[in-house]
């Protein structure tokens, strides 16, 4: 009776033992596109917010594609025909930092930041759309050589860019446009999209 009955039990142990060791986890077909679309849109969200602030002519004057700085919300040429001229710092009769010094001059209104000049020829943004604009930031060919985390920095630390958001008055003393967003909100999207993996949206 006892042999007859471990026959009848010797199948059923035999297969909990392979259930129990069996992997079942790669057979796992849990849908995670959910969990892929949140993050794809929370790092176009972030994208798009960055570039509310790149976008805007307070960054967009400075990355001529005539290499001639823009002035102004309607981004009108420089006056006195200043130019690119040699370091991206002006020509020796029309240097950048002959009128910006390193702060706005409130009695003037002339603007002003530390190492006030154009940005690289390579890095000319006007004309181009958001994603053109953050493929050539992010391309060492054309940023100068800097990584990642230097572009980072120079997107958020940068005297110069942060400028937008303190950008004084104008020759009349009426206070100069700023980005659509604030100066908090853009350095946080700027984080928040290089910690997505600065991924570019399609």
């Known amino acids: 009776m006892n042999k007859l009955r471990l026959l009848y039990l010797l199948?059923?142990?035999l297969f909990a033992t392979i259930l129990l060791a069996t992997d079942f986890s790669k057979y796992d077909h849990t849908d995670n596109s959910t969990t892929v679309t949140k993050e794809v849109a929370?790092?176009?969200d972030d994208f798009d917010k960055m570039m509310q602030a790149l976008t805007h002519p307070r960054c967009l004057n400075c990355h001529p594609s005539d290499n001639k700085p823009k002035q102004g919300i309607d981004q009108h040429p420089h006056y006195f025909g200043v130019a690119r001229g040699k370091a991206d710092h002006g020509f020796e009769a029309t240097k950048c930092n002959t009128c910006h010094q390193k702060e706005n001059n409130e009695f003037s209104g002339v603007?002003?930041?530390?190492?006030?000049?154009?940005?690289p020829s390579s890095m000319n943004w006007e004309g181009l759309s958001k994603n053109e604009i953050a493929s050539s930031m992010m391309d060492r060919k054309q940023n100068g050589g800097k990584s990642p985390n230097e572009i980072l920095k120079h997107l958020t630390e940068d005297p110069l860019v942060l400028w937008a958001w303190d950008p004084g008055v104008d020759v009349a003393g009426n206070p100069r446009e700023t980005p659509?967003?604030?100066k908090e909100e853009y350095i946080a999207a700027v984080k928040s999209w290089f910690a997505g993996g600065a991924v570019i949206p399609k």
């Open 42 to 44: 929370a790092n176009t």
């Open 111 to 119: 603007p002003g930041a530390p190492h006030w000049g154009l940005a």
């Open 11 to 13: 199948p059923i142990i």
């Open 180 to 182: 659509p967003i604030s």
